[in-house]
């Protein structure tokens, strides 16, 4: 078929191949390329999910001869974002010589120690397991991926007969091969089936997924889109003939409070679920998403599990559905009878896990890893996931929502068809597990626990999960900064971001709040920080800036407050409403803060941290600056008091700095000027900010042992010292950073 004529057949997929583009490349850039594309569009294949591979003639550096080299993606990258060198690279002909070294499927992970024996050019890239899938087909250029509608076909109890009725609408050859787990054997089993249907031009795996060729790069990928999105067209003609009456039908409606309901159970959510290890939260209510949880059988068909390992070894077994009535009536909006079912659910689900550990693991199994679900599905409010990071969390939740769209495909290619049970014979039955290992529900097949056990305990998957570099000193913990947007708080909110944290940088300058915040995702990654506004002084919105935290990331394991006002006037007179400001941003708005994170703390009842920001000046006493040294005194004694109220999952500590001048919103221009003009310094009005900023800080340094001027960076640190692991013994404490200052001596 020409180029145009296939373009013309598309009626999802775009053909994005650029022949311009192509032209200027040589073959490892064409299957770059190609696998590029092929990674832009979601409803082609998943994020690190699928390989693509291409067989290309290289001299060998030994022998100087030409040899053929089969390029692979590496194992754990992203078709998407993969450059050359994520690519495994090894010798074609060793790598079919395994076959005669192969004992059979029960040593089948022997051949796995063997990929770097063929490595080519002494390629570090670990080899896929998917590798000898793609070297014993006889064919150029091959993508294996796992499309939505691929997987509906693959995983449809009828899906072998709409195979044949797929193959006869749209003039193709697929070929069915049933459910084997991804390795050696089922290398075998591919190479025969091609042997065995000459001219075929793909491979539907049962409960698994989908593999195209070609003879070129271009036809490779003309041939992968067009048979997705032929399978797209098919599917959707039959779930426009279900219509409303997918997955059984709507029986529960969508509250309209669904935010503000998620936003109220989550930190309980999270701490429920951070019991063995805490993670990072997300959350949608997208309409597919919604159209599920809502219908009769979502919870039936969640129970069952996913099919694709693709989508498995991301949400486990299965999510946890929790079986709450959206429409019962209750003063807190129902949020604290939801908690209650979350726990009843959430026991359940942990008992059934470690059943289901005991019952398949073996003496080699690794230990149990964490019981808790990564998925969790409430009817009338969507679906929240958990992972490690943000985006680990929102990709779980996109491969469950491609799970619900495996699920609705196969249900719509069983509508109106004869029903088919557990037990009946099903295409995705053969010598890795008989039919009646099968569940299935509305046409959907599950994987069998056995195999999914087999998967996701898998030795080769663990090995996989231990190259994984080593979590950073804060990942996994939420942090508001609190007058993150300058100064002090900036610096904080930096160092965290470079250590792991997600960080919600608030201030009242919103400006540099938001500022801030761009920063910190050119440090870590755009999805682990956000903004918010906040006036300290006002509970109201410091509910919304820790609501604001939950809804981002979950919840909150560190809030950190570094704002805070030096009352000062052209006359040096400090008036009694400027007394009451100072008292109330200094200290009581610091209550204010800990008060209402207060709750949050003990709804997620995990270990938390609390640093505020005091001041040299709460032990030293001065002239002119009274209702500054008072607040910090005050400021200090709440941190003593604080630790006390919020023992003992939440310690509270804080800093006592000396001046801090570089970079703070409390030494505006005027300040600096009447400070070097009080103690007799020389200045130059064409001076810069920062060069007065300089010459004041130079001066109050020579006050210190060190001579070191104070700077945000070194109260920040402190700060983070606080808040870490490396001070979990300590409460109520504060630190002096003043450089060493006798005057502020403990007394």
Same mark, same amino acid.
């Given at each position: 078929?020409?180029?145009?004529?296939?373009?013309?057949?598309?009626?999802?997929?775009?053909?994005?191949?650029?022949?311009?583009?192509?032209?200027?490349?040589?073959?490892?850039?064409?299957?770059?390329?190609?696998?590029?594309? *092929?990674?832009? $569009?979601?409803? @082609?294949?998943?994020? !690190?999910?699928? /390989?693509?591979?291409? &067989?290309?003639? =290289?001299?060998?550096?030994?022998?100087?001869?030409?040899?053929?080299?089969?390029?692979?993606?590496?194992?754990?990258?992203?078709?998407?974002?993969?450059?050359?060198?994520?690519?495994?690279?090894?010798?074609?002909?060793?790598?079919?010589?395994?076959?005669?070294?192969?004992?059979?499927?029960?040593?089948?992970?022997?051949?796995?120690?063997?990929?770097?024996?063929?490595?080519?050019?002494?390629?570090?890239?670990?080899?896929?397991?998917?590798?000898?899938?793609?070297?014993?087909?006889?064919?150029?250029?091959?993508?294996? *991926?796992?499309? $939505?509608?691929? @997987?509906?076909?693959? !995983?449809?109890? /009828?899906?072998?007969? &709409?195979?044949? =009725?797929?193959?006869?609408?749209?003039?193709?050859?697929?070929?069915?091969?049933?459910?084997?787990?991804?390795?050696?054997?089922?290398?075998?089993?591919?190479?025969?089936?091609?042997?065995?249907?000459?001219?075929?031009?793909?491979?539907?795996?049962?409960?698994?997924?989908?593999?195209?060729?070609?003879?070129?790069?271009?036809?490779?990928?003309?041939?992968?889109?067009?048979?997705?999105?032929?399978?797209?067209?098919?599917?959707?003609?039959?779930?426009?003939?279900?219509?409303?009456?997918?997955?059984?039908?709507?029986?529960?409606?969508?509250?309209?409070?669904?935010?503000?309901? !998620?936003?109220?159970?989550?930190?309980?959510?999270?701490?429920?679920?951070?019991?063995?290890?805490?993670?990072?939260?997300?959350?949608?209510?997208?309409?597919?998403?919604?159209?599920?949880?809502?219908?009769?059988?979502?919870?039936?068909?969640?129970?069952?599990?996913?099919?694709?390992?693709?989508?498995?070894?991301?949400?486990?077994?299965?999510?946890?559905?929790?079986?709450?009535?959206?429409?019962?009536?209750?003063?807190?909006?129902?949020?604290?009878?939801?908690?209650?079912?979350?726990?009843?659910?959430?026991?359940?689900?942990?008992?059934?896990?470690?059943?289901?550990?005991?019952?398949?693991?073996?003496?080699?199994?690794?230990?149990?890893?964490?019981?808790?679900?990564?998925?969790?599905?409430?009817?009338?409010?969507?679906?929240?996931?958990?992972?490690?990071?943000?985006?680990?969390?929102?990709?779980?939740?996109?491969?469950?929502?491609?799970?619900?769209?495996?699920?609705?495909?196969?249900?719509?290619?069983?509508?109106?068809?004869?029903?088919?049970?557990?037990?009946?014979?099903?295409?995705?039955?053969?010598?890795?597990?008989?039919?009646?290992?099968?569940?299935?529900?509305?046409?959907?097949?599950?994987?069998?626990?056995?195999?999914?056990?087999?998967?996701?305990?898998?030795?080769?998957?663990?090995?996989?999960?231990?190259?994984?570099?080593?979590?950073?000193?804060?990942?996994?913990?939420?942090?508001?900064?609190?007058?993150?947007?300058?100064?002090?708080?900036?610096?904080?909110?930096?160092?965290?971001?470079?250590?792991?944290?997600?960080?919600?940088?608030?201030?009242?300058?919103?400006?540099?709040?938001?500022?801030?915040?761009?920063?910190?995702?050119?440090?870590?990654?755009?999805?682990?920080?956000?903004?918010?506004?906040?006036?300290?002084?006002?509970?109201?919105?410091?509910?919304?800036?820790?609501?604001?935290?939950?809804?981002?990331?979950?919840?909150?394991?560190?809030?950190?407050?570094?704002?805070?006002?030096?009352?000062?006037?052209?006359?040096?007179?400090?008036?009694?409403?400027?007394?009451?400001?100072?008292?109330?941003?200094?200290?009581?708005?610091?209550?204010?803060?800990?008060?209402?994170?207060?709750?949050?703390?003990?709804?997620?009842?995990?270990?938390?941290?609390?640093?505020?920001?005091?001041?040299?000046?709460?032990?030293?006493?001065?002239?002119?600056?009274?209702?500054?040294?008072?607040?910090?005194?005050?400021?200090?004694?709440?941190?003593?008091?604080?630790?006390?109220?919020?023992?003992?999952?939440?310690?509270?500590?804080?800093?006592?700095?000396?001046?801090?001048?570089?970079?703070?919103?409390?030494?505006?221009?005027?300040?600096?000027?009447?400070?070097?003009?009080?103690?007799?310094?020389?200045?130059?009005?064409?001076?810069?900010?920062?060069?007065?900023?300089?010459?004041?800080?130079?001066?109050?340094?020579?006050?210190?042992?060190?001579?070191?001027?104070?700077?945000?960076?070194?109260?920040?640190?402190?700060?983070?010292?606080?808040?870490?692991?490396?001070?979990?013994?300590?409460?109520?404490?504060?630190?002096?950073?003043?450089?060493?200052?006798?005057?502020?001596?403990?007394?």
């Amino acid at each position: 078929m020409a180029v145009a004529e296939v373009a013309s057949t598309l009626k999802y997929l775009e053909d994005r191949w650029d022949d311009a583009v192509a032209a200027t490349l040589d073959e490892p850039e064409l299957l770059r390329y190609r696998s590029n594309l *092929l990674g832009s $569009d979601l409803r @082609i294949t998943n994020f !690190a999910g699928g /390989n693509t591979s291409s &067989k290309i003639r =290289e001299t060998d550096p030994l022998t100087g001869e030409a040899v053929e080299v089969i390029w692979v993606k590496g194992s754990g990258g992203d078709l998407g974002g993969i450059k050359r060198g994520g690519f495994a690279t090894l010798y074609l002909n060793k790598l079919l010589a395994f076959e005669a070294q192969y004992r059979g499927v029960e040593f089948e992970d022997e051949v796995v120690a063997l990929y770097p024996l063929a490595a080519f050019r002494a390629n570090p890239v670990a080899a896929s397991i998917d590798t000898p899938l793609h070297g014993f087909l006889p064919f150029p250029h091959v993508d294996h *991926l796992h499309p $939505d509608w691929g @997987i509906a076909l693959a !995983a449809a109890a /009828n899906g072998k007969e &709409k195979m044949a =009725e797929f193959n006869r609408e749209f003039n193709h050859k697929l070929v069915w091969i049933p459910w084997q787990r991804p390795g050696f054997e089922l290398a075998m089993m591919m190479k025969r089936a091609v042997v065995e249907n000459p001219g075929c031009d793909g491979i539907v795996l049962g409960g698994h997924g989908l593999f195209t060729w070609g003879q070129t790069q271009r036809e490779c990928y003309l041939n992968t889109i067009t048979v997705i999105d032929q399978l797209g067209q098919f599917i959707n003609t039959h779930a426009i003939k279900v219509g409303s009456a997918m997955f059984g039908g709507q029986t529960v409606e969508v509250r309209e409070d669904r935010h503000a309901v !998620a936003t109220a159970i989550l930190p309980y959510l999270r701490g429920c679920l951070g019991a063995h290890r805490r993670s990072i939260a997300s959350y949608s209510d997208a309409e597919d998403v919604l159209g599920f949880v809502n219908s009769k059988l979502a919870q039936n068909m969640a129970y069952l599990g996913t099919s694709c390992p693709d989508h498995f070894i991301r949400t486990k077994i299965r999510p946890m559905f929790v079986p709450w009535n959206p429409q019962a009536n209750s003063t807190d909006n129902g949020v604290a009878a939801l908690k209650q079912q979350i726990s009843e659910s959430l026991h359940t689900y942990r008992a059934e896990y470690a059943e289901y550990y005991k019952k398949h693991a073996v003496a080699d199994s690794p230990a149990m890893r964490d019981p808790s679900p990564s998925v969790v599905l409430i009817p009338g409010i969507g679906m929240f996931s958990f992972g490690k990071n943000k985006t680990e969390a929102r990709i779980v939740g996109e491969f469950y929502t491609n799970a619900i769209h495996v699920m609705e495909g196969a249900s719509a290619l069983g509508y109106g068809s004869t029903e088919i049970k557990s037990g009946d014979d099903m295409p995705q039955a053969g010598p890795a597990a008989p039919s009646s290992a099968f569940s299935v529900c509305s046409n959907y097949v599950a994987l069998p626990p056995l195999e999914a056990f087999r998967i996701e305990y898998w030795l080769l998957e663990e090995a996989k999960i231990r190259r994984q570099p080593p979590e950073k000193e804060l990942s996994r913990k939420i942090a508001l900064v609190v007058g993150g947007g300058s100064g002090i708080g900036r610096e904080v909110a930096r160092i965290a971001a470079e250590r792991g944290a997600h960080v919600m940088v608030a201030d009242r300058d919103t400006a540099g709040a938001e500022r801030v915040a761009g920063e910190l995702k050119k440090i870590a990654h755009p999805e682990f920080a956000g903004w918010t506004g906040v006036d300290i002084c006002d509970r109201a919105t410091i509910r919304k800036a820790l609501e604001a935290t939950i809804a981002a990331f979950g919840g909150i394991d560190l809030l950190i407050n570094t704002a805070a006002i030096f009352p000062s006037s052209p006359d040096g007179v400090v008036s009694d409403a400027m007394w009451t400001t100072t008292l109330d941003v200094n200290v009581k708005a610091n209550y204010l803060l800990a008060d209402e994170a207060e709750k949050i703390f003990k709804d997620q009842d995990l270990d938390g941290a609390v640093v505020l920001t005091s001041s040299a000046n709460a032990v030293v006493s001065k002239r002119g600056s009274e209702a500054y040294d008072v607040s910090k005194a005050a400021l200090s004694h709440l941190v003593r008091e604080l630790a006390i109220s919020l023992a003992p999952k939440v310690r509270v500590n804080g800093i006592s700095p000396a001046t801090v001048v570089k970079g703070s919103t409390m030494f505006p221009r005027d300040r600096v000027r009447a400070s070097l003009t009080k103690y007799n310094i020389a200045f130059d009005d064409s001076m810069s900010d920062d060069e007065l900023r300089n010459l004041l800080a130079k001066f109050y340094a020579k006050r210190t042992l060190t001579h070191q001027p104070i700077e945000p960076v070194d109260c920040a640190e402190a700060i983070l010292f606080l808040a870490g692991e490396k001070t979990r013994c300590t409460s109520g404490h504060l630190i002096p950073v003043d450089g060493g200052l006798p005057e502020a001596f403990l007394r």
